[in-house]
């Protein structure tokens, strides 16, 4: 959009930019600012409250590389996303979690549309509303997304409308998961997570020497078996020297939110999403315990990630366990997600669909 109201005030919206190579889209208002990578599956790269100078997207020690200036040395299916990781968030579709081969195509770690250009229009530019369209089309199966991003001004909720579109003429399953990753500083031990009551699934297998949770265990939520016989209360953020790396699924929940409060600086950040859709949601705990490619212990971080399906295991495991999305022959399946930036001293009670955050 080459002759864009260039305002210094109000809602703020720009497509005129690059990040290391890459098309960037810039969305602020008084409240906040948010950064997506188009040419790279419009990913969200920085998530900023301007009031408090927070940023709240992780960010990956190696940081964004563009392909067109970066040769991976393997082809491995888990190194060629990994090599490119960020860290903030993706969309993964129509395949989330560990490399597998369905429907006679190999999908890689979390393929295929989060590393994808995506074609990106401002489609309203106000001082009260900014709004942009991204669009992209998978190219192993047959799966595109439209999704618009939109901010009013005074409002520090950003608002993500997705719909994934199966242009094939056969069903196929999918697994979709918004792989929203957290991090320091905002990211502590003074940080405790809010999620609606539900049940906990642990992950089933042992992956990594440094899990300390239980495997394959189902229970309420807050308190949850860690291997050693004790307590972990998921209430309650670890420091990175905690030195763990588990996954685990929340499930069974009436209304879909979560909330991650540092109750030092009294600064949150919080997500809402549609469980009908998205009827898990994982959550990757990397507290320092990732040693050897790509961490090598550097990686402080959470995934609180919404996703119709579990476990991480792959389509195919998902397809097996029943947990997989069908998408029908030309089915348009929409989602409306929202990310909020908040700030209070109370206890989280509830995260509204619109994106406001209730506390007590």
């Given at each position: 959009m080459h002759y864009a109201d260039e305002r210094t005030h109000g809602c703020r919206i720009s497509d005129s930019w690059t990040y290391r190579g890459l098309k960037t889209v810039v969305m602020e208002n008084s409240s906040i600012r948010v950064m997506i990578l188009a040419d790279k599956g419009a990913d969200v790269y920085s998530f900023v409250h301007k009031p408090t100078d927070t940023e709240f997207m992780w960010r990956s020690p190696w940081g964004v590389?563009?392909?067109r200036k970066f040769v991976p040395s393997t082809g491995d299916?888990?190194?060629m996303w990994l090599d490119y990781y960020e860290?903030?968030?993706q969309t993964a579709l129509p395949h989330g979690g560990y490399p597998d081969q369905v429907y006679?195509?190999?999908?890689?770690?979390?393929?295929?549309?989060?590393?994808l250009p995506w074609d990106a229009t401002i489609v309203e530019d106000s001082v009260?509303?900014?709004?942009?369209?991204?669009k992209?089309?998978?190219?192993?199966?047959p799966v595109a997304v439209n999704m618009t991003m939109s901010l009013d001004e005074g409002s520090s909720t950003l608002k993500l409308s997705k719909t994934a579109i199966n242009e094939g003429e056969e069903s196929v399953d999918i697994v979709w998961l918004e792989h929203i990753a957290i991090g320091p500083p905002f990211l502590s031990d003074q940080c405790r997570l809010y999620v609606p009551d539900?049940?906990?699934?642990t992950h089933p297998e042992a992956f990594v020497e440094t899990q300390k949770l239980v495997l394959g265990w189902e229970g309420e939520w807050p308190m949850v078996p860690s291997a050693d016989g004790g307590e972990i209360d998921f209430r309650k953020m670890p420091a990175k020297d905690d030195r763990s790396l588990d996954m685990a699924y929340m499930t069974g929940m009436d209304e879909g939110w979560y909330a991650v409060h540092n109750?030092?600086?009294n600064v949150g950040f919080a997500v809402s999403f549609p469980t009908d859709v998205f009827k898990y949601l994982w959550y990757w705990r990397n507290l320092g315990g990732g040693w050897g490619y790509p961490w090598y212990g550097r990686c402080y971080n959470v995934g609180l990630e919404p996703c119709t399906s579990w476990d991480n295991r792959g389509l195919k495991h998902s397809m097996d366990n029943g947990s997989a999305r069908p998408l029908a022959a030309g089915e348009n399946l929409t989602v409306d997600i929202t990310a909020s930036a908040f700030v209070g001293d109370g206890d989280v009670t509830g995260v509204s669909s619109d994106g406001e955050v209730s506390q007590s």
């Open positions: 590389r563009d392909p299916p888990q190194g860290g903030g968030w006679g195509a190999d999908f890689g770690l979390h393929a295929e549309l989060n590393n009260e509303r900014v709004a942009v369209n991204f992209t089309k998978g190219v192993r199966m539900c049940k906990v699934l109750k030092e600086s």
